[in-house]
Structures are given as C-alpha cells and as structure tokens.
C-alpha cells in the first residue's frame, strides 16, 4: 500500500450528548438513566482528507473524556496515517501519558478514539471500508499491528501469524459471503429495564418478525421483576429461541450464582458482565457456579491483558469486545487474536451510540481474516441513533449488511454535531 505524502494539520473535538434518558432508552440496573454521549474528534489533513472518531459514555464526565482526546493534538499534527502500528504503540507507550493508565480508563479510551479516527481516515484514502482494509493486509502486516507485550505467555507473534495464515484460503470466499449475506445481529432493543411488560412483548415479536437470532433482557434490578419478565418473552419467542441476560456488573460473585440460578428454568443463552469487569476470578467463580449457562464479558473490559486473563481463567465462554474502549482497532486485533486462539467466539458489544456503526467492521474483518467462523457468534443490535451518521448501519433480515462506504462508518453529520453539543447545543438549551 502506497499513498502521496500528506500531514494531519487539524484535530477538533466535540462534546456531543444525546437526552436519551428522557425515553428510559438504554436503562439498564446499573445505569438507570443514561444520556448516550460521543467525546468526539475530528482530525484533518493538508490535502482534505478526514478522519472521525469518538469514545462513548452515558453523559456527565464527556466533558473529561473531550478534554483528554485534546490533550493529543500534539501527538498527531504533523503526522499521517500510514503507519499505525507504530503510531498506536507510541501512543499507548508514551512514559508520561503511560502513568494515568497504564492502558486503562479515560486516557486509554481518548487514545482509543484517535487510533479510531485514524483508521477512518485511512480507510477513507485508499477508498474502502475498514473491514476490507483490514481483510486484505497481509498476516505479517496484521502483526505489526498489535502491541504484544504482557500476552507472550498466552499468544506470541508466530502463534498469531498460524493464526492469520490459516485463515488466508477462505478469505475471499467469506468476504463474498459477507456481502451477500450479512454478518448475524442480535437485538437488545426488547429488553431495556425502564419497559413495562407490555412493550417488552411487542418488542419481542417485532424482533422476530424482524430475523433477529437472539434477544437480551437487561436483569439484576428485582428478581420477582426479571423472573415476570423472562417468562413473558420465553412465551413471545419459544422455548428454544436464544434470549441471554444480561445484568451490568450489579452483582457480588455469590448473588449472581443465586441469582442465575433463579432464572435457570429459562434456559439463558449467556449471563453478561455478572460483576465487576475487572474480577476475573469472580468470573471464573460464576462461570463454574452456574454452569453450563455461559458466561459473557468484554464492554468494559479495559486492555487486552485482562481478556487474556479471562481467557486463561475459562471464567468466559462468549468474548464481547468494545470498539471504542481499548486502545482502537490496534488492541481489538490482538483482543480477536486471543479470542481465536482460545476458541472463543467474539459477539461484540455495541449498543450507546455509534457502536454498531464501528464494531461491525471488526466482527467482519474476524470472519474474513481471523477466526474465520461465524459459529456462535452474532453481533449486537440496538435501534438508536442511527440516523446521526453518515454511513449507518443497516439491517435486512436480522443481519448486518456489509459496510461498502470508505472509513470506519464513524462520521457523524454535521447538523447532528452542532444540535447535540453539550451544553450549548440546541437539544440542550433550556432543559
Ligand atoms: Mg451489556
């Protein structure tokens, strides 16, 4: 790959928050009321290229996560985005920034939003959609791009290339599977906790009407209430019909085994983030405790180095990586590598605000260039905020239609950044 020299001579930032906890959208039991918000950045070039990129959070602290995405500018003027690799481990490696971290928290996700935004502006330049970009470097290339240290003991760079190579015969045959048929979604959209029951049912049926593999019902507020609530879509959607749960993280190891173990008569597809994301014994904990319901993780998972531990651990059995809260696309190639290594299926998670949009290019590049399967694995689904973007996601038949726009799909519009400025934007005048 060759392109003209070119310098990044611009980086703005946005702090754009959508008022999505005056609909009860995305309430879950740990965050009852959230605002979806984008800590944004737009970075330009001398020959007019750009490239956009954001961390996600739920409102108050986007102003933080903004102002730490600004404290790169210096990290990125003068620069191209040709060699990222590089970029990115100088960037994650950077002794004085190391010390917030180190790979952890709001300096990791403002590094995660400009690796982000390079990727989108290089993918813009040579005319393709990430996953693409992705799908046809070489596996020596893919390497160059991950960060291995502190994974050597689970997955060195050879391991990784046997990875990749074996992957290389069916690369084209799954790139015109992709476009043909799409990559499996599920819809999360049913189960937010804010729904009476009577939405929670029409909801359900819609999302079978609609071809959706698998729903997921938010839990861990009330156990009379998730017990209701679980028995009315196990008799929307049948007994057989994946439903997982998922609870944010709001118990102790002992009560989610009790708990899980309540609802075991409605056959849980996975029990997602249990407890804390960090405890990866606990994990390991609830996994045996209420096996054989799986377990999931990943959304606020900070670094590639506790995937592995989990992985090590058995404490997982589905791998649901964020595009926006490790360190970029960089750091989920190396996540996808070790999900693949292990043989876990990576269902990524991609609710809030422009997930979707970012993380399908990931799950396809795995199909094509990775793990090169599709068994188990879907990616989720949530019917938010789509319209803000300029290349959104779509979905036909419960899957996602494969990108065919350049960049990263991560570029909102215009008029949907200025309404949405936080404060003064005017969706948020006068509240
Ligand atoms: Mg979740």
Known sequence: MTAAPYRIVEMETHDIRFPTSRELDGSDAMNPDPDYSAAYVVIKTDDGFEGHGFAFT????????????????????GRDAEDLGALYKELVNDSQLRWLGPEKGVMHMAISAVVNALWDLKAKRYGKPLWRLLSEM?????????????????????????????AEPTRSAHVAKLRADGYPAYTTSPGWLGYDDEKLRRLCKEALDQGFKQIKLKVGADLEDDIRRFRTARE??????????????????????????AL??????????????????????IARGISPIPVATGEHVQNRIVFKQLLQAGAISYLQLDSARVGGVNENIAILLLA???????????????????????????????????????????????EHFADPVVIENGNYVAPSMP?????????????????????WRDQ
């Open 407 to 427: 960049g990263f799909s991560a570029e909102m519009h215009p008029e949907s950044i200025a309404a949405h400025v936080y404060p003064g934007g005017e969706v």
């Open 340 to 386: 693949a290594k292990f043989g876990v299926p990576v269902c990524p998670h991609a609710g809030g605000v422009g997930l979707c949009e970012l993380v399908q290019h990931l799950a396809m590049f795995d199909y094509v260039a990775v793990s090169g399967s599709l068994e188990g694995r879907v990616i989720e689904y949530v019917d938010h905020l789509h």
């Open 236 to 261: 929307v959607c049948g007994p057989d019909f994946p439903i997982a749960i998922d609870a944010n993280q709001r118990w102790d190891v002992d009560s989610a085994i009790a708990w899980v173990s």
């Open 138 to 166: 070489s596996p020596e290339e893919i390497v160059d791009l991950v960060d291995f240290r502190y994974l050597s003991d689970a997955l060195t760079p050879d391991e990784a290339l046997q990875i990749l190579k074996k």
């Open 58 to 77: 739920i409102g108050r602290g986007n102003d933080v996560q903004t102002a730490a995405i600004g404290a790169l500018k210096p990290y990125v003027i």
């Open 264 to 285: 075991r008569e409605f056959t849980p597809h996975w029990v997602e983030e249990p407890t804390s994301p960090d405890d990866v014994l606990g994990h390991a904990a």
